[in-house]
Every structure is written in structure tokens, then in C-alpha cells.
């Protein structure tokens, strides 16, 4: 029932700047926490936890590959988390994934999330 849908992937050269979207449907934040992460995956390498944000956006977590280059954040009505991404480098390339944790009180950047949306393709290229 819980779904997520990705959308702001695309071309970017290096340095340039992307901004992720990950709207999120069929639960209540009444009925419990949902940490939300995004997650990355490159060609010829492994799933790699990108960022998190609890329910109510007071715990994020960065991969340290991210630098202090990405942001993580809710939005007023709490069904969208963004992931704005800023100096995009090469290795940045990959399908970007949303995923939901329920019933979950901070976030982690394991692969633990229960629910996952489709993708979203960042190419950082010249």
C-alpha cells in the first residue's frame, strides 16, 4: 500500500546541482513513524545508502562519500522528501532510489527499508 515515486533525475555536468523528489503515498504519520532514505546504485557496484531523515525530520544521516554536498529534507506537508544535491561529481552517477521504513523511530542508511520506489537515473558527465 505504501508507495514512492522518484522524479528530478537527469543530466548534470560536474559541479552542477540536482534536486531529487521522492512523494510518498498510502500511509498516515499518525499511525507511526516512516524513515525515509535514498539510496544509489552505480553500475558494476553494490547498493549504497545515500541519505536518511526520520518522520519528523530532526535525524538526518549522510554517507560520508557525500561531503557535506547533499541536503535531505521534508517538506510542509510531509509526504515529500528531497535530497538536493549540489558540486555533483562523476562518481555521483547512479539510479537514485527512495525507500520508506515504517514503525521506525530515526533513519538509517542500511539496507533495511521496507518499501522502495523505481528509480531515478543522475548522470554527472561532461
Known amino acids: 500500500q505504501l508507495q514512492l515515486v522518484e522524479s528530478g533525475g537527469g543530466l548534470v555536468q560536474p559541479g552542477g546541482s540536482l534536486r531529487l523528489s521522492c512523494a510518498a503515498s498510502?500511509?498516515?504519520?499518525?499511525?507511526?513513524?516512516?524513515?525515509i532514505g535514498w539510496f544509489r546504485q552505480a553500475p558494476g557496484k553494490e547498493r549504497e545508502g545515500v541519505s536518511c531523515i526520520s518522520s519528523s525530520g530532526g535525524t538526518t544521516r549522510y554517507a560520508d562519500s557525500i561531503e557535506g554536498r547533499f541536503t535531505i529534507s521534508r517538506d510542509g506537508a510531509e509526504n515529500t522528501v528531497n535530497l538536493q544535491m549540489n558540486s555533483l561529481k562523476p562518481e555521483d552517477t547512479a539510479i537514485y532510489y527512495c525507500?520508506?521504513?515504517?514503525?521506525?523511530?530515526?533513519?538509517?542508511?542500511?539496507?533495511?527499508?521496507?518499501?522502495w520506489g523505481q528509480g531515478t537515473q543522475v548522470t554527472v558527465s561532461s
Open positions: 525507500a520508506a521504513l515504517p514503525l521506525f523511530s530515526g533513519c538509517v542508511l542500511s539496507g533495511r527499508y521496507k518499501y
Open positions: 498510502g500511509f498516515t504519520l499518525r499511525g507511526g513513524s516512516v524513515a
